[in-house]
């Protein structure tokens, strides 16, 4: 269980049990439309996970969108 802090429109605070997976973070980050671009995207999931990302990895990312050089060109 955690606690959520949302506002009252999102359903205010509350505990959750909801599970937390790798698989959902990516499906959430690929479908949040907030980004300006996929550069930007692909950038923000790098700056999630402290380590280098490896190529299995980066083809997980946002569909595969996230190829090397965008992540590299948007890590710049």
Known sequence: RFMVFDTE????????????????VLARL???DDF?????????YRSLVPWELSEVE???????RCATETVALAAD
């Open 9 to 24: 429109a999102d359903g205010g605070l509350r505990m959750s049990s909801e599970a937390v997976t790798r698989a959902g």
């Open 30 to 32: 690929a479908a949040d």
């Open 58 to 64: 980066l083809a997980d990312v946002n569909g595969g």
């Open 36 to 44: 300006a671009d996929e550069q930007e995207r692909c950038a923000f």
